[in-house]
């Protein structure tokens, strides 16, 4: 009965792929940069179709047609604004740093 344990125990297990394996990056490596760009644009997209668009008009002084209090639109505003600012300005650097990267990444492995 300790020979069937130990054959157990000696076998090699198969080797376990995780399941979000394709979410697992190397820190700043380009498909890291893609990713994060990727999550951004995601958020965004969320953003924009939960409809927060319409609480960015308390920067002029006036309310969305709610019965949600300042403080709540005021956040959502400012919620909405900075991921906006996050997919205009930051997913394109993402994107560009990610393939300069694999550029240089390229070029080094050839030279």
Wanted: glycine share 4%; with cysteine.
């Amino acid at each position: 009965m300790s020979s069937e344990a130990e054959i157990q125990e000696s076998a090699p297990a198969p080797p376990r792929r995780p399941r979000l394996a394709v979410l697992r990056a190397e820190a700043l490596s380009p498909k890291d940069l893609v990713l994060r760009a990727a999550f951004i644009a995601a958020l965004y997209l969320a953003a924009h179709l939960a409809g927060l668009r319409e609480f960015t008009t308390f920067l002029s002084g006036t309310a969305p047609v709610t019965t949600l209090s300042w403080q709540c639109v005021s956040f959502l505003g400012a919620a909405y604004l900075l991921v906006y600012f996050a997919f205009i300005l930051l997913a394109p650097m993402l994107l560009i740093a990610a393939a300069l990267l694999a550029a240089w990444d390229a070029l080094r492995r050839r030279g």
